[in-house]
């Protein structure tokens, strides 16, 4: 009895060590990897805050005092979120995950402000360096933060009507014959054009930029949600409809609750790739017709050769961007919780 009990716990005993090895809890390395990991952050900023300190002697005052305030707040926080992490271990988890890659992107600041307000190496006004950039986003950030609610406004009611539309055609090209033999030739020819590529027909078709703008990023999206959204459609294992038919599924019953939620992974699929051309579009249609928002701020300041705002808002595009993106993920997550474990991507 007791040589069975030993040999069934045998199998859980190697994978609780293996999955301990993995993750470096009982190696010896650990506690030395964990202090690293723990002062990422302060040692980044501390060397960033020397560096630049050191630089900045002909650098504006207002921009130096700007910079070297953020710095200071990255290495406060990053002392007191080492040093509480001990009372928590949600802190703790996060600061294992996020410490190098904020300690890298304070490198990587420090890096570009010695090859350019240090060294200069690169040509002003060009490239300015973090200081500048910072000093910018701060003087410019009521017009920054209109511009990003303009673009957010637009970007939302293209993606959204890009969406329906494809929800709409995909469904139909997957499911039944005679709209797949109608629809894919279509979306053959139109579909690989670049939406960009109608913006001039938009312009003199539509009664106002801003609906040309978002009919051309409705047209960005459509394609890859309606070409994926067909695929997992047409795709939909026969086994599953063999079963609803059986049971005395009729069509509309096929359609809505087996064959959409199944065809959900690729579709999640068209809407990543959607929104990341409707990014591209939305920049594009802001800088040749639309007088407000993200695009149109990066052109006009581009003008004035105000190189700083233009990064400026660059940053803000990135976490713009990135943010609408990761709330895709945490939806994509939600509704495909049966796929957590199974697949990653």
């Given at each position: 009895?007791?040589?069975?009990?030993?040999?069934?716990?045998?199998?859980?005993?190697?994978?609780?060590?293996?999955?301990?090895?993995?993750?470096?809890?009982?190696?010896?390395?650990?506690?030395?990897?964990?202090?690293?990991?723990?002062?990422?952050?302060?040692?980044?900023?501390?060397?960033?805050?020397?560096?630049?300190?050191?630089?900045?002697?002909?650098?504006?005052?207002?921009?130096?005092?700007?910079?070297?305030?953020?710095l200071?707040?990255?290495?406060?926080?990053?002392?007191?979120?080492?040093?509480?992490?001990?009372?928590?271990?949600?802190?703790?988890?996060?600061?294992?995950?996020?410490?190098?890659?904020?300690?890298?992107?304070?490198?990587?600041?420090?890096?570009?402000?010695?090859?350019?307000?240090?060294?200069?190496?690169l040509?002003?006004?060009?490239?300015?360096?973090?200081?500048?950039?910072?000093?910018?986003?701060?003087?410019?950030?009521?017009l920054?933060?209109?511009?990003?609610?303009?673009?957010?406004?637009?970007?939302?009611?293209?993606?959204a009507?890009?969406?329906?539309?494809?929800?709409?055609?995909?469904?139909?090209?997957?499911?039944?014959?005679?709209?797949?033999?109608?629809?894919?030739?279509?979306?053959?020819?139109?579909?690989?054009?670049?939406?960009?590529?109608?913006?001039?027909?938009?312009?003199?078709?539509?009664?106002?930029?801003?609906?040309?703008?978002?009919?051309?990023?409705?047209?960005?999206?459509?394609?890859?949600?309606?070409?994926?959204?067909?695929?997992?459609?047409?795709?939909?294992?026969?086994?599953?409809?063999?079963?609803?038919?059986?049971?005395?599924?009729?069509?509309?019953?096929l359609?809505?609750?087996?064959?959409?939620?199944?065809a959900?992974?690729?579709?999640?699929?068209?809407?990543?790739?959607?929104?990341?051309?409707?990014?591209?579009?939305?920049?594009?249609?802001?800088?040749?017709?639309?007088?407000?928002?993200?695009?149109?701020?990066?052109?006009?300041?581009?003008g004035?050769?105000?190189?700083?705002?233009?990064?400026?808002?660059?940053?803000?595009?990135?976490?713009?961007?990135?943010?609408?993106?990761?709330?895709?993920?945490?939806?994509?997550d939600?509704?495909?919780?049966?796929?957590?474990?199974?697949?990653?991507?």
């Amino acid at each position: 009895m007791n040589t069975s009990v030993q040999e069934t716990n045998e199998p859980v005993q190697m994978a609780e060590e293996k999955t301990a090895r993995a993750v470096g809890i009982n190696s010896p390395a650990a506690p030395r990897a964990r202090v690293r990991t723990l002062l990422a952050i302060p040692v980044a900023a501390s060397v960033a805050l020397v560096v630049h300190l050191f630089v900045s002697k002909n650098q504006p005052a207002p921009e130096t005092y700007s910079y070297s305030v953020f710095l200071g707040s990255i290495l406060l926080s990053g002392v007191l979120a080492a040093a509480g992490q001990s009372f928590s271990s949600h802190l703790m988890r996060w600061m294992r995950h996020m410490g190098p890659i904020i300690a890298a992107a304070v490198s990587l600041a420090c890096f570009w402000e010695v090859i350019t307000s240090g060294l200069r190496l690169l040509p002003l006004p060009y490239f300015p360096g973090p200081a500048g950039v910072l000093q910018s986003l701060i003087d410019d950030r009521a017009l920054l933060l209109d511009s990003a609610w303009n673009s957010l406004k637009l970007l939302l009611a293209g993606y959204a009507l890009g969406v329906a539309v494809a929800l709409v055609t995909g469904v139909c090209i997957g499911w039944f014959n005679q709209a797949r033999y109608w629809g894919m030739p279509l979306l053959k020819v139109v579909g690989p054009i670049p939406a960009t590529a109608w913006i001039p027909l938009a312009m003199v078709l539509s009664p106002s930029p801003r609906f040309s703008a978002i009919g051309i990023i409705a047209l960005a999206v459509w394609f890859p949600v309606t070409m994926l959204t067909a695929s997992g459609i047409s795709n939909t294992r026969a086994s599953y409809l063999d079963v609803a038919r059986t049971l005395g599924a009729r069509e509309p019953y096929l359609v809505l609750r087996v064959a959409i939620p199944a065809a959900m992974p690729s579709i999640f699929i068209g809407l990543f790739m959607g929104l990341g051309a409707a990014f591209l579009t939305l920049v594009v249609a802001e800088t040749v017709g639309v007088k407000s928002g993200l695009g149109w701020y990066v052109a006009w300041k581009q003008g004035w050769a105000e190189y700083g705002k233009v990064y400026a808002a660059l940053v803000i595009m990135a976490a713009f961007f990135s943010t609408i993106m990761t709330l895709l993920f945490k939806v994509r997550d939600r509704v495909l919780v049966w796929q957590k474990g199974v697949i990653k991507w």
